[in-house]
């Protein structure tokens, strides 16, 4: 099982991106999602959260700027961000609770890098 992070780049302050993580290879099922970020120096942050159900939670740093949603039928993954801000810059990753072979495991993606910037 793999994820696959996408749709960073370079984007000026007030400028919009959207992330995609898509799930592959022998998937029972997916439970939470989330996208974590990780800025230079500092700890891997929880950005957003998505139940198998649809519910949601936001970092506060980020509410009313970003929206999780996802695609079940397509094991994907997405984040819409809005409204970007210098402080938002950092590698974001996708982690999700997948069921595969007969067990549960949390699976981290590699990371896709957004950067803030004028």
């Known amino acids: 099982v793999q994820l696959q992070a996408s749709g960073g780049g370079l984007v000026q302050p007030g400028g919009s991106l959207r992330l995609s993580c898509a799930a592959s290879?022998?998937?029972?099922?997916?439970?939470?999602m989330d996208w974590y970020r990780q800025a230079p120096g500092k700890q891997r942050e929880l950005v957003a959260h998505i139940t198998s159900g649809g519910s949601t939670n936001y970092a506060d740093s980020v509410k009313g700027r970003f929206t999780i949603s996802r695609d079940n039928a397509k094991n994907a993954m997405y984040l819409q961000m809005n409204s970007l801000k210098p402080e938002d810059t950092a590698v974001y990753y996708c982690n999700a609770d997948v069921f595969s072979s007969g067990s549960w495991s949390s699976t981290w993606g590699k990371g896709t890098q957004v950067t803030v910037s004028s």
């Open positions: 290879g022998r998937i029972f099922s997916i439970n939470r």
